[in-house]
Structure formats: C-alpha cells, structure tokens
C-alpha cells in the first residue's frame, strides 16, 4: 500500500482560529479579509504578544473548528486503498513551549473525528520535510516540496498566488474539494 499524508488544518478543518482573533479584539474579521497566512498579523506587534499570551493560556481552536465538506468521509474511503498519515505542525517558533499543548488538542480532535486511523500514524511534528510518503495533500506549498509522487495542493486563499507554472516547477496540482481528491487518488489506487 502507498503512503499518503494528509495535512489537518486547512486541509480537514478549518476556522477556530480566526475565531479566537475575532474574540479577543472584538471584531468579525472574515478569511477574505485577511491577506496574510497568519490571521493575527492584523495586530501590532505589541498587541499580537499579548494575543499569543491569550491565546495559548486560553483557547482551544479545535473546539470551534469546521471539517472541510466531505474531509472526513473521502478520508476514510482513501484508507481502503493507502496507508494513511495525518502528519500536522504544532510548533509555533513564536512560542515553542508554549505551543506544545496544541500536539495534545489535534491528537485528541483526531481520534474523536477520525477513529479509522491509527494512533501510531498520527505524526505531531514541527517539520514535515522528514516525511517520506508517496502522497501528500496539504494546504501549504512548503510542505508539498521535495519527495512525492503525487502532491495534491487544497485550494486556500493564502495559496491562491501561486501560479499554475510555480506549482508545475514543485509537481504539485491544485486540487478544490475533496470531491476532486477522492476522484484523483481512487482512480491511481486501481
């Protein structure tokens, strides 16, 4: 069986994050509102130390995040004919010890959303270039570069700048939906 790896934030879920931006400044920024990867890069430096402080002495994002339509039902199909990785980041080089209980609320938002994968494949990491696996879908174009045969990018506004000739240089597709994905990765596994 091939190995797939399969990102989780901005791949199988989203929001929660913006949330908490949202709540702490009192505001109701929408995603389209916001140019940057980093959704709190709307603050000031000084007020952005202090949301981080907030943020991870109070908030757990995947409390209020959304599954990405149809996420979680492809995902258990594609497990019929790959070996699947959910390999997500939790290290923020802002806040390294800090950031260290967001390992714990994506393991457990995991195996409460996706009991078909097996906790010994749930790869908490603050680096993904270490993962060898024939597939890959992630939301970020770093961790689509280098080894892969297959390398799916889910369509986000903060990747929508690449251009079709950049992707192409990395091998990398763009999918849409997980709709595409399931007809892309079903039809290779036969």
């Known amino acids: 069986?091939?190995?797939?790896?399969?990102d989780l934030d901005?791949?199988?879920c989203e929001?929660?994050?913006?949330e908490a931006v949202n709540e702490y400044l009192h505001t109701d920024y929408k995603y389209t509102d916001i140019p940057h990867y980093y959704v709190e890069d709307v603050m000031d430096e000084e007020e952005k130390e202090k949301f981080l402080d907030y943020f991870y002495q109070n908030v757990n994002i995947y409390k209020k995040v959304d599954i990405i339509p149809k996420a979680l039902e492809v995902i258990e199909e594609l497990s019929k004919y790959y070996e699947i990785?959910?390999?997500?980041?939790?290290?923020?080089?802002r806040r390294v010890k800090e950031s260290?209980?967001?390992?714990?609320y994506k393991y457990e938002w995991i195996l409460e959303n996706m009991p078909y994968i097996d906790p010994k494949k749930i790869v908490l990491t603050g680096s993904k270039d270490i993962i060898m696996c024939e597939i890959k879908i992630d939301d970020k174009v770093a961790n689509l570069k280098g080894y892969g045969e297959t390398k799916l990018l889910l369509n986000q506004l903060h990747n929508e700048a690449y251009s079709m000739e950049e992707l192409e240089k990395y091998h990398i597709r763009r999918v849409f939906d997980w709709e595409q994905i399931r007809?892309?990765?079903?039809?290779?596994?036969?």
């Open 1 to 6: 069986m091939k190995k797939l790896m399969i």
């Open 183 to 190: 007809s892309i990765l079903i039809k290779e596994s036969e």
């Open 85 to 93: 990785y959910i390999v997500t980041a939790f290290v923020d080089k």
């Open 100 to 104: 260290s209980i967001m390992a714990k």
């Open 15 to 18: 929001g929660g994050y913006l």
């Open 10 to 12: 901005e791949t199988i």
